[in-house]
């Protein structure tokens, strides 16, 4: 029998992406999402880094070839926000497409965006 993995204080530290062109993800990441740029060691491959919350991180990884597999029920990542309406709207007008926001079964209002590369990325605001 294998022994349990010792998780106690296990959090998420990170979400890597692997994109096709980095600038283009830069400029979508930090500019129409808003995400703040963090310092990336000298990897031998290219990419960049962003801030997701408090302690979370966003890892783009340079060099994919094949298309991204991703969609609103697959794989994708969240990102809930404060104001769910106020975030939809300026994705809207920062040129971001999004789909229309929806609540969830569970009363959760959400909506969707997509990176450059068709990775799939959800806005949600908590019920209530």
């Keep these: 029998m294998t022994s349990p993995l010792p998780l106690a204080g296990l959090a998420l530290n990170h979400v890597a992406l692997?994109?096709?062109?980095?600038a283009a993800s830069v400029r979508f990441y930090g500019q129409v999402l808003g995400l703040a740029?963090?310092?990336?060691?000298?990897f031998d491959f290219p990419g960049a880094w962003f801030a997701l919350g408090a302690g979370h991180e966003l890892h783009l990884i340079g060099g994919r070839a094949a298309p991204a597999q991703s969609h609103s029920r697959g794989t994708h990542f969240a990102l809930q926000v404060a104001d769910v309406r106020a975030a939809e709207a300026a994705l809207r007008a920062r040129g971001a497409t999004c789909s229309p926001l929806k609540p969830r079964p569970d009363g959760?209002?959400?909506f969707f965006v997509t990176d450059p590369d068709g990775h799939w990325i959800?806005?949600?605001q908590a019920a209530g």
């Design 18 to 22: 692997h994109v096709a062109d980095v």
């Design 37 to 42: 740029a963090l310092p990336r060691p000298d």
């Design 108 to 110: 959760v209002l959400q």
């Design 122 to 124: 959800e806005f949600c």
